[in-house]
């Protein structure tokens, strides 16, 4: 399988090359040369563990790794999620479930994609024979997911910047920060997340510097990240029997439209369902487009679910080219309408229509939060919140959960009054911290990296 980008001016990487380079030259986002169909052998899968099933869906794309070597890295990246079933499916009441996504090592969805990055990353050290610098800038979750996929990897160093005292809570910001590793280095960025992300993509814009450290972006576009993210969607559905497999809707708390396009892949590759819900807080421009056709950039408001709080969604590149028929020509001057007009317009009903949506203000998060502890006794992360809207008359709902409650303690407290913990992150809190303090100045970023690059080897 080879992949090429959704603005068809680069041509056809193989996997390892994909999940490396992570954004195409031309700037689109890489997508499978043609999505397999795997209609004929997804029942076959029933009854698999979920690193066997992402083994059998996952070797239908990374084809330039050999099969056994495949394999053997899938499960070693699943082997310290803390449940049996890594992604267990909660029934709330008939008809309404969650997929709890958070047993991974950092408590976030993003375990499934990363501990499994991590691992490819790892790999490609070996096979190339050089050390790589991985860059990241995170609001929250990420960063923590990415630190932890990469923990103790020889030759990879991670660069992880982040906004420094203001929307990072304190429990993500000790994940990155007490791990106690040597490729790890957490740099606080004076300055909110934007200004984080605006210097990483100048440091990593920085062509000649870029290649001579073999930098990579680990971010939510990564190819490696999407896939990696089908596998728990066929999980929860296999999970029902066949006859109910097809009234399905996939209720997908959204930010960055990573989660909920992964499903939608899926479902394009022959897992029929009958819908996908996008969930957004008050940050709501895929509400917005769903619901009107209208893509328009809003300010980013920050609200109890930060790791949504996100207005352009780096995904998106992917759902216009598919829902477009796969015409990169009209992606990609759509995408450059955007970058220049930060807006544009579908009317086409029939695209519109491919998911439903919904938004949630801080006040109906908080009130999503405290209906499903007094129904059903559960306590929900205030990402997760979002999903438990208008959801009458859907028939077999089944709601992501994307975050551990414990790692946001404050809202949960103050909202139900429950005292949200998790041990692993109490552990954390005895541990001593270590972060560079650092302002969003390309050049002293560039300075820092490479003076501790320096003396890496393989
Ligand atoms: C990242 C994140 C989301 C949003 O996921 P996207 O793939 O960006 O849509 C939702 N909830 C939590 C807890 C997250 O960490």
Same mark, same amino acid.
Request: net charge negative; charged share 20%.
């Given at each position: 399988?080879?992949? /090429? ?25 890489? /997508? ?204 929860? %559905? ?25 499903? %939608?892949? /899926? ?17 709501? @421009?895929? &509400? ?11 300010? /980013? ?8 709080? @996100? ?64 129904? &059903? ?82």
């Amino acid at each position: 399988m080879k992949f /090429v980008s959704t603005r068809g001016q680069t041509e056809p990487h193989s996997f390892s090359d994909a999940v490396r380079i992570g954004l195409a030259p031309d700037g689109g986002l890489f /997508v499978p040369e043609s999505l397999p169909d795997l209609s004929g052998e997804i029942s076959y899968w029933e009854g698999l563990s979920y690193p066997e099933l992402c083994y059998e869906f996952y070797k239908h794309f990374a084809t330039d790794i050999p099969g056994d070597e495949l394999k053997e890295i899938i499960h070693r990246s699943y082997a310290n999620f803390d449940h049996e079933q890594h992604a267990p499916l909660v029934r709330l009441e008939e008809g309404l479930h969650l997929l709890e996504l958070f047993h991974g090592p950092t408590l976030a969805f993003k375990d499934f994609a990363l501990q499994l990055v991590g691992n490819l990353y790892e790999r490609q050290v070996t096979v190339r024979d050089e050390p790589i610098t991985v860059l990241g800038a995170t609001s929250g979750d990420t960063g923590a997911a990415a630190i932890s996929g990469l923990l103790g990897k020889k030759g990879v160093n991670i660069f992880i910047m982040y906004p420094d005292g203001g929307r990072v809570s304190p429990l993500q910001e000790r994940q990155m920060t007490c791990t106690q590793d040597e490729n790890v280095f957490p740099l606080a960025v004076s300055g909110n997340f934007d200004d984080a992300q605006a210097v990483l993509k100048e440091v990593l814009g920085d062509s000649e510097f870029s290649s001579s450290l073999k930098m990579s972006a680990v971010n939510s576009i990564n190819i490696a990240r999407g896939l990696a993210q089908c596998v728990y969607y066929l999980f929860a %559905w296999l999970k029902f029997p066949a006859g109910e497999r097809e009234e399905i809707t996939f209720a997908v708390p959204t930010g960055n439209f990573g989660n909920v396009l992964s499903g %939608w892949m /899926v479902s394009r590759m022959g897992m029929r369902v009958a819908g996908f819900r996008v969930a957004t807080n008050q940050n709501d @421009i895929l &509400y917005r487009f769903f619901s009107s056709g209208d893509y328009s950039l809003g300010e /980013v408001r920050p609200s109890y679910a930060p790791s949504m709080d @996100i207005q352009v969604a780096s995904n998106f590149e992917r759902f216009i080219y598919y829902a477009f028929n796969e015409n990169s020509e009209k992606t990609r001057k759509t995408m450059l309408q955007f970058k220049s007009e930060k807006a544009f317009q579908v009317d086409d009903s029939s695209i519109l229509s491919i998911m439903s949506s919904t938004r949630m203000t801080d006040g109906e998060i908080k009130a999503a939060m405290s209906e499903v502890y007094e129904k &059903y006794n559960y306590v929900v992360d205030p990402h997760t919140a979002c999903g438990f809207k208008e959801l009458e008359g859907l028939k077999n709902v089944v709601l992501l959960s994307t975050a551990h409650p414990a790692k946001f303690p404050d809202v949960v407290r103050q909202t139900i009054g429950v005292n949200a913990i998790h041990p692993r992150l109490e552990a954390l809190k005895d541990i001593e911290e270590t972060k560079y303090s650092i302002s969003p100045d390309a050049d002293e970023i560039k300075s820092f990296i490479a003076s501790q690059t320096e003396s890496m080897q393989v």
